[in-house]
């Protein structure tokens, strides 16, 4: 239950960063390491190199842009939860990090972090989704924006490459209504299943190895949720009818 | 770094967890730890003043920064801290295992929230868990430690 052996680095820049991440094998960028942390802690991560982005001050800005708010690579989810400006352009951000974890926890993870890490459950990764946001990935090869329907690949896989560095989270203005639903078996949790939405588009959460966009009038369509000792399929596709139907009405 | 006041040695091997170079590096033995993967929260100490895991933090990451854990709440003759006199009036502990995580999130908390509601007690502990007491106590006590900070 303690990490095993990895060389760490702080850089100071975001060049260096991108640097180091280009040069070294196996290094692993380390944001709030609410997620990185408990793998290396079992052992399920075993990087060879932590590269830590906390000191970037270039990466903790939110700020408006493109009819849109970026949020940086070092923006801790608490922090974005009360940021007036993404309260008032981009209000299902907010929604969604209240149902991320707890306060603790959210104090210390990012908004970006949880895209990078592109855990199926995520709620942020949902919310990515249904804006149709987009990241800013950049490596010595040069920087490139992903939208979020060609960013998130299956569970905890994206098309993030091992020397890129996801410098920023893009999330666009919305006017209409927007609400988020999740069932967890309890508060805090991962969701067994989750619904965003964000007008008329609505995305899904924790029913397929990644965040899906689903048609309001028949979100089920196509679904084929695993089975799990806690959830069974249809009881999956169950929440999901209800939960749409509860952000549909919102 | 400083812990509690005082300017400590930064840690030197990266593997360290900072619970445990609080732990054993430093002695202070106040802080807990249960799951070492953020989920019980015994580990809960303030960062730069702000909550969070410390099983879930590199002690190489805290050079600069400012915590704080339990043993600085009061010293050893003085009167107790308001939140640990609420959680001893109301019995909001039993083994105290989970203690020392309930205190710091609840000092951190009450700053933020001088007056909560019981939603906001209940959210504020939400990830904190407690084998021992059902959290009716513990939730009287972060109430009553909200009225004898505001007195203090
Ligand atoms: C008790 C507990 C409950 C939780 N509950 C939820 C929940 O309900 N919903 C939820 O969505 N999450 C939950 N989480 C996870 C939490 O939200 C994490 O903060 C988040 O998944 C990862 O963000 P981080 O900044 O901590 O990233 P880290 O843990 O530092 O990194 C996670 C992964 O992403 C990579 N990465 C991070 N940032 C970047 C970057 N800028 N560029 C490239 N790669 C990067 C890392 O290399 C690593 O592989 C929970 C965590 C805990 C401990
Ligand atoms: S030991 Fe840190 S949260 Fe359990
Ligand atoms: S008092 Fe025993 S775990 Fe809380």
């Known amino acids: 239950m303690k990490p095993p052996v990895f060389e760490y680095h702080a850089p100071a820049s975001v060049g260096e960063a991108i640097s180091l991440l280009g040069s070294l094998a196996e290094a692993k960028v380390l944001a709030g390491g609410q997620s990185l942390v408990p793998l290396l802690n079992f052992r399920l991560a075993r990087p060879a190199h932590l590269v830590d982005i906390n000191r970037l001050a270039e990466l903790t800005k939110i700020y408006e842009r493109d009819g849109g708010v970026a949020v940086g690579a070092v923006v801790r989810q608490a922090e974005a939860e009360v940021d007036p400006l993404l309260r008032e352009r981009c209000p299902l951000l907010p929604l969604a990090l209240r149902l991320v974890a707890h306060p603790v926890i959210r104090n210390r993870g990012t908004v970006c972090g949880s895209l990078a890490h592109a855990d199926p459950a995520s709620e942020l990764c949902a919310a ?83 965040p899906l966009l689903a048609d309001p009038a028949d979100p089920t369509r196509g679904l084929e949720p695993s089975s799990e000792p806690e959830c069974s399929p249809d009881f999956r596709l169950h929440l999901v009818k209800v939960l749409v139907e509860r952000v549909m009405q919102a | 770094m400083i812990v509690n006041g005082i300017e400590r ?56 920064h400012e915590l704080a854990t339990v043993e600085g709440l009061a010293q050893p003759e003085a009167p107790m801290h308001p939140v640990q006199q609420a959680f001893k009036e109301c019995h909001g502990l039993q083994c105290g295992f989970c203690t020392p995580g309930f205190l710091m999130a609840t000092v951190a908390f009450l700053r933020e929230f001088p007056d909560p509601s019981d939603a906001e007690i209940a959210d504020a502990i939400a990830g904190n868990l407690c084998r ?3 959290y009716a106590n513990i939730r009287r006590s972060v109430r009553r430690a909200a009225e004898l900070s505001r007195q203090a």
Do not use: K, N
């Not at chain 1, 939208?147 to 920023?168: K, N, Q, Y």
């Open chain 2, 9 to 64: 040695p930064e840690a030197s091997d990266p593997r360290r967890l900072l619970s445990d170079y609080l732990r054993h590096d430093l002695g202070l033995t106040g802080t807990h730890v249960g799951c070492e993967h953020g989920v019980c929260g015994c580990c809960t100490i303030l960062f730069d003043g702000r909550p969070v895991r410390s099983c879930l933090l590199l002690a190489v990451q805290a050079r600069g």
């Open chain 1, 128 to 210: 990515l989704l249904v804006l149709d946001g987009r990241v800013t990935a950049r490596s010595q090869r040069g920087e490139r924006v992903i939208a979020a329907a060609d960013f998130f690949r299956g569970t905890m896989d994206s098309v993030l490459e091992p020397d890129e560095l996801l410098t920023e989270a893009w999330f666009p203005a919305t006017a209409g209504p927007v609400a988020i639903a999740e069932e967890a078996r309890r508060h805090g949790d991962f969701a067994l299943a989750g619904a965003a939405r964000a007008g008329d588009r609505l995305a899904l959460f924790g029913v397929a190895t990644r």
């Open chain 2, 132 to 134: 021992c007491t059902g």
